[in-house]
């Protein structure tokens, strides 16, 4: 299984971005897909999250602001990002929890996104 991400780059504050990610490989259902990111030296920390059910789960530092939705028939996952601000640049990392024979978490390769004030 592969997660491709794409989307990230340069933005103004008050700009907006569209990140994708799409898992590719055997895949039997896909339980949850999401996007994490990561600020230099501190630890990878939540964005959104979107279930299968269509539950969806926001970090406080981006609600109103982001919007995560899912093509399930492309096991795609998207990430709008509306009135970016200098704080959300970041690594920005997909993640899903991918059922085959077992159940996985995988990581995507992380997509930079700046922001410029």
């Known amino acids: 299984v592969q997660l491709q991400a794409s989307g990230g780059g340069l933005v103004q504050a008050g700009g907006s971005l569209r990140l994708s990610c799409a898992a590719s490989?055997?895949?039997?259902?896909?339980?949850?897909m999401g996007w994490y990111r990561q600020h230099p030296g501190k630890q990878r920390e939540l964005v959104a999250t979107?279930?299968?059910?269509?539950?969806?789960n926001y970090a406080d530092s981006v609600k109103g602001r982001f919007t995560i939705s899912r093509d399930s028939a492309k096991n795609t996952v998207y990430l709008q990002m509306n009135n970016l601000k200098p704080e959300d640049a970041a690594v920005y990392y997909c993640?899903?929890?991918?059922?085959?024979?077992?159940?996985?978490?995988?990581w995507g390769q992380g997509t930079q996104v700046t922001v410029s004030s």
């Open positions: 993640n899903a929890v991918i059922r085959r024979f077992s159940t996985t978490e995988y």
């Open positions: 490989g055997r895949i039997f259902s896909i339980n949850v």
């Open positions: 979107a279930t299968s059910g269509g539950f969806t």
